[in-house]
């Protein structure tokens, strides 16, 4: 009991989010298609990293394509709270059952495969609530993990939150019951730990105008990963772009065969040298005056997906509005816009317009 009082009262040791995570987590293989020893990506190690103790930020911005970003920082977070730096974690989801799913599916592999959390919470038991699918005590009573849904202004607002982590935040709902914004909500729950609170905010974007997470995105600093060219040394953000400038492009009827057109040289670079390019990449601060820092990825920079795949992928979600769309939020991590071709007529309202008293 002294030594578990003892280790509460120490300050976490110097490491952080991504060194902890390159020496300790194990990969099942359940929740993603990679088993073994886990490797941070570049394009992963400073959105990671700026969650540890040692930088002074207390909320961070991830604008992700999907399948490349948001998930991973935010399970190993949580491995190197119960490990490092506990305290009372709530994790929201934008429906209890995404929050059950990500409990079982991959925090729940990383605490049974990754040795130095073996024993830091217990096993789940229904009939111990404190240590449920969707709450989870660690030993040293130090703190917890909590798991809700955005819809539940209960699971919202139920206790004090040191570590706040929101996924997926533009599938949230408008409101939580009657509550209100439930992003707002779970905020306010940091309020009693604002000289050590960490707040994640995560998500792929949705439709301009309309997308929580691009609000907290221009809040943000606005880090865009930069890859440098093989051939001139141009740093630049990877884009589909139209076929005639920088960008993807490929032969007619040929997607399969892309390759990227320098921004500076306007060369094609084939796809083989994209992983020397990622592997030099860098993030560069668009809103260097932000305190928030914000970062946004691409499937362009996908180490798993080809360019070709992704160009011919293109070609058929261009088919239709529903596809494209997806496309753009999923892949691109970029913003949809609404397009309508029938435009308001402002001086036929002007003339329906009656005198009030």
Not at 35 to 60: A, F, I, N
Not at 70 to 81: A, E
Not at 220 to 244: A, K, M, N, W
Request: aromatic residues 8%; hydrophobic residues 40%.
């Amino acid at each position: 009991m002294h030594q578990i009082g003892a280790e509460a009262m120490m300050p976490p040791r110097e490491i952080t989010v991504s060194q902890w995570a390159d020496e300790n987590v194990v990969l099942s293989g359940a929740g993603s298609a990679e088993r073994g020893q886990w490797h941070t990506r570049p394009y992963q190690r400073e959105p990671m990293d700026v969650l540890s103790p040692s930088h002074p930020c207390k909320q961070v911005v991830l604008m992700s394509a999907a399948q490349m970003l948001k998930t991973s920082v935010l399970v190993n977070f949580l491995g190197y709270i119960a490990d490092v730096d506990p305290g009372p974690v709530l994790v929201v989801e934008p429906r209890a059952e995404d929050a059950k799913a990500l409990s079982k599916d991959r925090v729940a592999p990383l605490f049974r495969m990754t040795p130095c959390l073996r024993g830091k919470i217990a096993t789940v038991k229904s009939r111990d609530s404190n240590n449920t699918t969707l709450h989870k005590v660690f030993r040293n009573g130090a703190g917890h993990i909590t798991f809700t849904g955005a819809i539940s202004p209960s699971g919202l607002a139920m206790r004090p939150i040191r570590y706040l982590l929101l996924d997926e935040v533009d599938r949230y709902p408008a409101s939580a019951g009657s509550e209100g914004d439930p992003v707002s909500l779970a905020i306010r729950r940091t309020a009693e730990f604002e000289h050590n609170k960490k707040i994640l905010i995560c998500s792929t974007p949705t439709v301009r105008g309309a997308s929580r997470i691009e609000l907290a995105w221009k809040e943000s600093d606005q880090r865009e990963y930069f890859v440098p060219c093989p051939i001139c040394g141009h740093f630049q953000v990877l884009v589909l772009g139209d076929g005639t400038g920088p960008g993807l492009v490929w032969p007619e009827g040929h997607p399969e065969d892309a390759a990227y057109r320098c921004a500076g040289c306007m060369q094609l670079i084939p796809h083989h040298q994209k992983a020397w390019m990622v592997e030099n990449g860098e993030y560069r601060a668009q809103n260097p005056d932000s305190q928030i820092p914000g970062f946004r990825v691409t499937q362009l920079i996908s180490p798993k997906r080809s360019w070709g795949t992704i160009a011919a992928e293109f070609c058929e979600a261009r088919r239709a509005p529903e596809t494209l769309k997806a496309f753009v939020n999923t892949v691109l991590a970029d913003l949809w816009e609404e397009r309508h071709d029938q435009q308001i007529d402002h001086l036929a309202i002007w003339n329906r317009c009656e005198p009030y008293a």
